[in-house]
């Protein structure tokens, strides 16, 4: 508190939380927003949709959007990259083929198995369903 007040601070994510919001309404702060916060999701949702980016080169591009959160007035920049793009992608196709493994794998053992009824079959179907 005695110290001289920086122009500006910045940080992490971890600074970017409900209690700091005080002490950030005093400074002028740049920080990445965590992923938990459903702003954050909703901004980037909102970016995607109005589609209006600005090009930085050929792999960046940003949207700025203005938002008050924790009390505090804003401005986010929402970055899109086309290595970070990229990496989603693999991950997701990752992310199918694994859950495609499993249903298999739970469709193999479902089928091996004898019902007493074709209600107990129905049962079990909805149950993997």
């Not at 209690?19 to 927003?33: C, D, G, H």
Request: charged share 25%; aromatic share 8%; hydrophobic share 40%.
């Amino acid at each position: 508190k005695k110290s001289q007040s920086p122009k500006y601070l910045v940080a992490d994510c971890k600074l970017y939380h409900k209690s700091n919001a005080e002490f950030l309404t005093k400074i002028q702060f740049l920080t990445l927003v965590p992923s938990t916060i459903s702003l954050e999701k909703s901004s980037i949702s909102t970016a995607i949709a109005a589609n209006q980016w600005v090009n930085i080169d050929d792999n960046y591009q940003y949207v700025i959007e203005e938002v008050e959160h924790m009390g505090i007035k804003q401005r986010w920049m929402i970055i899109y990259s086309k290595a970070a793009n990229s990496r989603v992608q693999k991950s997701i196709v990752r992310q199918v083929e694994r859950a495609h493994t499993g249903i298999k794998k739970d469709l193999f053992h479902l089928q091996a198995q004898r019902f007493a009824c074709q209600t107990d079959a129905q049962r079990a179907l909805d149950k993997l369903a």
